[in-house]
């Protein structure tokens, strides 16, 4: 197979000629593809010197934009999405070529214990995990991890759903499990990174909600949906129940409940034919 390498990379200077020089090393790889997501150092510069081809953004798009345009313009059969900052080993290319090897059409490099960036990262990531495993009923090892190797084929039809912002392996994930492609998991340690954080807390708080929308609706929308609308339910016959038996009659509170899970429910069956219309041709 021939297999490309794909870096995302914004104001990368302190570790992308380490990065390249490590992947070159392994000599598995046909092409080391960076994209210069609108840097203002010499991260291009140090990127070509090193021997990686270099794509660049005229000003900063987003991770995810990034990644599609890696994903455009790579010519390799696989390709493997790493971070072009230090976190991601590229002795650990090899353990996902070889899972490639046996079938699979996603490998996903999946963060051990330590590896996470802050503890409420670390919990954030645990709790997409589990929901996302609750969803698809597959065991979700690492939604977020950006070290990945796919088969580009196969990546390509899922470019029109990816966000050109920070979600794209949640996004590319579950666009895999819903058109049943094949998935597995490697486990991998990602150090800290070298240079500074691109985090923001504000915005990491909004994205954790945007994800766990996506993890519901690009799956099985009425998975999520349903329970909240049962719930709903419960509370408006349990809140009958008292009113019937305290005041003989029914309260608007009530009605409300009963609005809303039924409101919740329709959302969830026009959101599940929305989700299949864009899986139509898988």
């Known amino acids: 197979m021939?297999?490309?390498?794909?870096?995302?990379?914004?104001?990368?200077?302190?570790?992308?000629?380490?990065?390249?020089?490590?992947?070159?090393?392994?000599?598995?790889v046909a092409e080391i593809l960076v994209v210069n997501d609108g840097s203002t150092d010499n991260t291009a510069e140090l990127a070509e010197k090193s021997g990686a081809r270099v794509i660049s953004h005229p000003y900063s798009k987003g991770n995810g934009a990034a990644i599609k345009t890696g994903a455009?313009?790579?010519?390799?059969?696989?390709?493997?999405f790493m971070d072009a900052d230090g976190q991601h080993d590229p002795a650990d290319i090899p353990k996902l070529l070889a899972e490639i090897d046996k079938g699979y059409d996603l490998v996903v490099g999946a963060r051990q214990k330590g590896s996470q960036a802050s503890v409420g990262r670390g919990i954030a990531n645990k709790f997409y995990n589990n929901l996302a495993t609750y969803m698809t009923e597959h065991k979700v090892e690492d939604l977020t991890s950006g070290f990945r190797a796919v088969r580009a084929e196969k990546f390509r039809e899922f470019i029109y759903?990816?966000?050109?912002?920070?979600?794209?392996?949640?996004t590319s994930t579950m666009a895999f499990f819903r058109a049943g492609y094949s998935i597995c998991?490697?486990?991998?340690?990602?150090?800290?990174?070298?240079?500074?954080?691109?985090?923001?807390?504000?915005?990491?708080?909004i994205r954790f909600f945007l994800i766990i929308f996506k993890i519901a609706t690009l799956y099985s929308p009425l998975k999520m949906f349903f329970p909240i609308a049962i719930l709903l339910f419960l509370m408006g016959t349990g809140w009958y129940g008292y009113t019937l038996y305290e005041y003989h009659r029914f309260t608007n509170m009530s009605a409300l409940f009963y609005t809303g899970s039924i409101m919740i429910f329709l959302m969830g069956l026009i959101s599940e034919q929305i989700t299949a219309l864009m899986y139509k041709e898988n």
């Open 2 to 28: 021939r297999v490309s390498v794909v870096l995302p990379a914004k104001n990368e200077s302190g570790a992308i000629e380490h990065t390249i020089t490590k992947i070159m090393n392994l000599k598995l």
């Open 161 to 170: 759903l990816l966000p050109n912002g920070f979600s794209y392996p949640t």
């Open 72 to 80: 455009r313009n790579a010519s390799g059969e696989v390709i493997v």
């Open 185 to 205: 998991y490697v486990p991998i340690h990602a150090s800290q990174r070298i240079g500074k954080s691109h985090i923001k807390p504000l915005r990491d708080s």
